[in-house]
């Protein structure tokens, strides 16, 4: 036991109390599996039971040795050669396998399968197998910066001397160049020591041969490639470069006209997320989508001792910023729940940062998608984290702030002087874009704010004067600025102390750390922004309203909005603030009027009165919904304005004593109308946006509106597929109970006749109980059968169960007519399939001769040669697609029948003559083919009734037919209702020598 377990080879390095996990033992058994095949084999016996096993496992073969390769090096040349010989994919399974290797468990190799990867690897290239490209990128991410460990240097190096000795294959592929110069630009950076200047050298030379010969390629690399650069600008290599760059761009390529060119292109998101090792984007991923904001700090330390704590990793902190700037882009889902905001990430990697070049640099990776912004070409979730780290900043850790708006006035003229308006135009593109998009509500709280020093400010407010009021022409005071001077405290005659005995104003203390608040606290704290946002006497309205949060306050301050009126977007994000902790709409199945007005108390239902009062206050409340919609973050106006009117609704008809004039009352759709006008929505797509939404908050209220919906909206709603989907995908039992009960009291019409095939194909693809509620609403609404005949030849016995089931239960009710029969008949042939057979089966129970009739009718005139209209028939291709059945699926269909009745014993409706008749002219008019195909059916047709079979043949041959009644005179016979045949008497056996 303790040898075999010595034997084994090891691919990852196990502490003692580790298990195995899935993939080690993958490994291990197919290595096993492996060795059981060659072992005391000679050569041709191993490959020969290689070729025998590759054969049926394949994976298990190619896996066995792919694990002898990486841990065995003696044995790696001949198993290599092997592997080669006996793969029947190229090797793909074999790559494949190493690169999620690579991704998953790298880290825990032994040195010898390090070393024999690199060796594959090598090998690979070596023989041009095709994909290994991508093995070398994921790779490569290994290669990480601020790490100048043995092992991370021996990968660096090694990689190096695999692209120098294998040029000529890395050319074939520019992405890889583009990934290498990347990389390698990055680690330059990090090799500036005495012991590494050998491998730096080495570096240089091959990265400044890849760019000027590649350059064209290299050009793809965009903005981060100028930032790269410029961290290595002062070696020799990279400052001629840099000339080329700056005063001769064509020779570096043709189509290369200035460095203009590099910025204003986004560096595509997988170059940054090549420089962090899988593990720290899988860590960074998490912190960012899983953790709780308040209970971040612990994996903020975990991270800091595992990645930051060397000096080295100084400089990995800007390969940090632009990954959670340029990759990690949350939902609004994410960006609305307590999870730790992307802009907390970042903060706490500027405040850990202890290097100046690598704060620096770090902060130039902050802002460097906001120096050449183009809101047509960038993202803004690329500058939203930059702007929010400053605004957050401001009141907890204000030196964080105030730096990072240093930065901001400085890089202007310095980043590259001749380009400074275009910096500058950037950065105005940004924060105009920040404001546009409500990322703040606005600007001038932090550009103006008192806790910076005297001189930033002044700096600040002369670079972004355009951005330093707010849109009452006030500053952060709230007093009317008419230029930038400072306001002095007191008149000319003030007594004053001299500046040497001025002392400083106390330090207050204050619990100003945000770190172990939860996110919604935080917010709460950022409320005096909200207020200053709006004019002087409605800012303690404002405040009131933030503190109750009821739809008095609201109503207060609405009515107080007069000259100066405050701006939609100010009001839009007051209204959100105040709406987010709000508990959302709830209802119970059957509310009470006390339970309405309990739910109205709102500050969302304040608005909706002003819809229609004065010009002024509506137009305003209009725009301040329209400022909502645009940000994106709030979707409950739409069926709070329809729960709204509902409630009005109730109020007023209840208000009502006179019967008569209680059905006199109008449920107010003008205003939901007008709602959608203004914000140029549709009113059928915003009804199921809202239902939508509606139905996630509560189920209850969702089906509390439906019966006033479809009876106000009903042609916007009626077969209107989202919102129906909307609906029954929230129904339960009883929900949908009472749908049917308003639906037979007929308080409620949700369905119409026209065009409802549409709706019902696309609900085939719904929940089964989806399905269900469907058909029973469907039923409710007494739905005929003739709606929903065109569907039957399209559902599928499997696939669309719970369709075919009510379908069938509905034809179950009806009387079997032509137009059924034949949509019956339409249907594909499966043995599986007993749709068609087990109706036709049930209407016999009562109507066998009106089936026998109509099925006999349908075969008859399935064969157009028995016409004398033969040359009217449409040809092939202009058949219509309601188009009857074919005659073998006809044919098919009543061989399914046959055996069905022979099991039963009771053939009587095949005895009917008119369907003996029609079988005697199938057969006669069928291919020989189709006749042996249904000789059994055929059988039944000749049993005693040859001297007729006879006469068919006869009158066919004469291209007259069997019976006139049975062909129509023109080209729509087909198309038109099947008419009856008329029954011929019944002549007597007379069989002779003659016949």
């Known amino acids: 036991m303790e040898q075999a377990k010595s034997s084994s080879p090891k691919l990852f390095v196990c502490t003692a109390i580790e298990n195995k996990d899935e993939i080690e033992e993958r490994y291990e058994r197919a290595y096993n599996y492996f060795q059981s095949l060659v072992t005391d084999c000679s050569e041709k016996e191993a490959h020969d039971a290689l070729n025998n096993a590759v054969c049926k496992n394949h994976e298990e073969v190619s896996l066995g040795m792919l694990m002898s390769i990486l841990t065995e090096p003696h044995n790696a040349v001949k198993c290599y050669r092997d592997l080669t010989l006996i793969t029947r994919d190229g090797l793909t399974s074999v790559l494949n396998n190493l690169s999620n290797l690579i991704l998953e468990r790298y880290l825990k190799f032994q040195d010898t399968t390090r070393n024999q990867l690199l060796w594959i690897v090598k090998e690979m290239i070596r023989n041009a197998v095709n994909g290994v490209d991508s093995v070398c990128w994921n790779l490569m991410r290994y290669a990480s910066g601020g790490d100048i460990t043995p092992k991370n240097i021996y990968l660096v190096e090694s990689l190096l001397d695999i692209y120098l000795e294998n040029r000529a294959w890395l050319d074939k592929f520019p992405v890889l160049i583009c990934m290498v110069v990347y990389t390698y630009l990055r680690l330059i950076e990090d090799h500036n020591i005495p012991q590494l200047m050998h491998l730096r050298q080495k570096e240089v030379n091959f990265v400044i041969t890849l760019i000027r010969e590649r350059f064209a390629d290299v ?53 940054l997320q090549s420089r962090l090792t899988p593990d720290m984007e899988r860590k960074l991923v998490f912190l960012t989508s899983q953790v709780r904001f308040g209970h971040h700090k612990k994996y903020q330390e975990w991270f800091q001792r595992q990645y930051l704590a060397t000096p080295e990793s100084q400089s990995l902190r800007s390969d940090m910023i632009r990954f959670i700037v340029g990759v990690i882009h949350p939902t609004n889902e994410l960006l609305c729940s307590d999870i730790i905001p992307r802009w907390a990430v970042i903060g706490w990697l500027l405040t850990t940062c202890t290097s100046n070049v690598a704060a620096s640099n770090a902060k130039l990776a902050l802002f460097y998608d906001w120096l050449f912004y ?25 030196a964080v702030t105030a730096t990072l708006l240093d930065f901001l006035c400085r890089i202007i003229p310095n980043f590259h002087p001749p380009y400074a308006d275009k910096v500058r135009q950037g950065i105005f593109n940004s924060l105009q874009q920040i404001i546009e998009k409500r990322v703040l509500p606005n600007l001038h709280p932090l550009f103006d704010s008192p806790k910076l020093d005297r001189e930033l400010r002044t700096t600040v407010r002369e670079t972004f004067k355009e951005f330093c009021t707010n849109g009452n022409g006030e500053g952060v005071s709230g007093m009317k600025e008419e230029g930038n001077e400072e306001i002095p405290r007191g008149g000319p005659d003030e007594p004053a102390f001299s500046d040497d005995e001025e002392d400083p104003p106390p330090i207050i203390a204050e619990d100003t750390d ?47 909005c007069n000259a100066p009126m405050p701006t939609p977007a100010a009001l839009a994000d007051l209204f959100i603030a105040t709406m987010q902790e709000a508990p959302p709409l709830h209802v119970s199945g059957n509310p009470t009027q006390a339970e309405l007005d309990s739910a109205i108390n709102s500050p969302i239902f304040a608005m909706f009165p002003f819809m229609s009062g004065s010009e002024d206050r509506r137009k305003l409340v209009m725009e301040t919904f329209k400022e909502i919609q645009a940000q994106g973050t709030y979707h409950a106006v739409g069926y709070s304005l329809l729960f709204y009117l509902r409630v009005c609704y109730e109020r007023d008809r209840r208000a009502e004593r006179d019967a008569a004039k209680r059905r006199n009352v109008k449920f107010k759709t003008d205003l939901y109308r007008d709602y959608c006008s203004h914000l140029e929505l549709k009113i059928a797509e915003s009804i199921a946006d809202d239902f939508e939404k509606c139905q996630e908050c509560d189920p209850n209220v969702l089906v509390w509106l439906i019966p006033d919906v ?61 399905q269900y509620c469907l058909w029973q609403l469907l039923t409710a609404h007494d739905i005929s059968v003739e709606d929903v005949l065109p569907i039957i030849p399209k559902l599928s016995y499997k696939e669309h169960a719970e369709a075919v089931t009510s379908v069938l239960l509905m034809l179950k009710q009806e009387r079997p007519t032509a137009d059924v029969v034949r949509q019956l008949f339409c249907r594909p042939l499966l043995e599986e399939d007993t749709f068609v057979l087990s109706t036709i089966m049930y209407w016999c129970q009562d109507y066998e001769d009106k089936v026998g009739d109509l099925v006999s009718v349908l075969l008859s005139t399935r064969y157009p040669g028995t016409s004398p209209n033969k040359r009217k028939r449409p040809g092939k291709h202009s058949i219509p697609p309601n188009a009857p059945p074919s005659a073998e699926l006809v044919l098919g269909h009543l061989e399914q029948m046959r055996v069905c009745c022979v099991e039963q014993d009771d053939m009587s409706i095949f005895n009917m003559e008119c369907m003996q008749k029609a079988l005697q002219l199938a057969q006669s008019n069928s291919s020989d083919s189709l006749r ?11 049993e005693d009734e040859l001297p007729i079979s006879r006469r068919a043949r006869k009158l066919v041959a004469n291209s007259l037919p069997l019976n006139q009644n049975l062909h129509s005179s023109n080209d729509e016979s087909e198309e038109d209702e099947i008419v009856k045949p008329k029954q011929a008497k019944r002549r007597k056996k007379a069989i002779s020598d003659s016949d």
């Open 514 to 560: 945000d770190d172990d608040l939860p996110l919604s606290e935080v917010r709460a704290r950022e409320r005096p922004e909200l207020a200053a946002a709006l004019p002087l006497l409605l800012r303690p309205l404002a405040e009131t309203l933030l503190d109750e949060r009821t739809s008095s306050a609201a109503t207060a301050l609405l009515n107080a």
């Open 374 to 398: 183009d809101p047509e070409k960038d993202n803004i979730m690329n500058i939203e984290p930059a702007i929010l780290v400053m605004h957050h900043s401001m009141r907890s850790h204000p």
């Open 710 to 770: 479809y009876r106000e909206f009903k042609e916007q709603t009626q077969n209107h597929i989202r919102i129906l989907h909307a609906i029954v995908s929230t129904l339960d039992a009883a929900q949908l109970q009472r749908l049917v009960c308003l639906t037979l009291q007929g308080t409620l019409m949700m369905f119409k006749s026209d065009d409802i095939t549409t709706m019902l194909s696309t609900s085939l693809g719904w929940e089964t109980f989806e």
């Open 932 to 942: 042996r195909q249904y000789s059994d059916l055929f059988t039944l047709a000749w």
């Open 219 to 271: 050009l793809t690399l965009g903005r981060d490639l100028v930032r790269l650069l410029q961290n290595v600008a002062r070696i020799a290599e990279f400052n001629q470069l840099w000339q080329d760059i700056l005063n001769n761009p064509k020779s570096l390529c043709p189509t290369f006209t200035n460095v203009l060119q590099l910025l204003q292109t986004r560096t595509s998101r997988r170059y």
